[in-house]
């Protein structure tokens, strides 16, 4: 059974930078693509960040881009999202997610929700003006 922990939510305030953590058990993390989404209060949930297995792919929502870095430590199975400047448009509860890429390339990545078959509970993050 795999399971994602999310961590690193809280209050920020705008301009702050914030790290969200996510902790995956099992020992296939090396395997699995991962991502990071939010959902917004009142609003579908959307992509934010992807990473391949060996962190050669990344890829991020053009309302991140520039400001956030997905990072990955395959020793430790932590996936990590690091964010700068962030303001109230930010705020939403982060969901990390993994997807098996074993047999999809090296270089495989996802936007797609449906792609990804395992999902944490989510952290919130609230950033104040």
């Known amino acids: 059974q795999v399971q994602l922990v999310e961590s690193g939510g809280g209050l920020v305030q705008a301009g702050d930078s914030l790290r969200l953590s996510c902790t995956v058990s099992?020992?296939?993390?090396?395997?699995?693509?991962m991502g990071w989404f939010r959902q917004a209060p009142g609003k579908a949930r959307e992509f934010v960040a992807t990473?391949?297995?060996?962190?050669?792919?990344?890829d991020y929502a053009d309302s991140v881009k520039g400001r956030a870095a997905f990072s990955r430590d395959n020793a430790k199975n932590t996936a990590d999202l690091q964010m700068s400047s962030v303001t109230p448009e930010d705020t939403a509860i982060y969901y990390c997610?993994?997807?098996?890429?074993?047999?999809?390339?090296?270089?495989?990545?996802?936007?797609?929700?449906?792609?990804?078959?395992?999902w944490g509970q989510g952290t919130q993050v609230t950033v104040s003006a």
């Open positions: 997610a993994a997807t098996q890429s074993r047999y999809s390339g090296d270089y495989f990545i996802s936007r797609s929700q449906t792609h990804y078959s395992y």
């Open positions: 099992g020992r296939t993390f090396g395997t699995y693509a």
């Open positions: 990473i391949s297995w060996n962190s050669r792919v990344t």
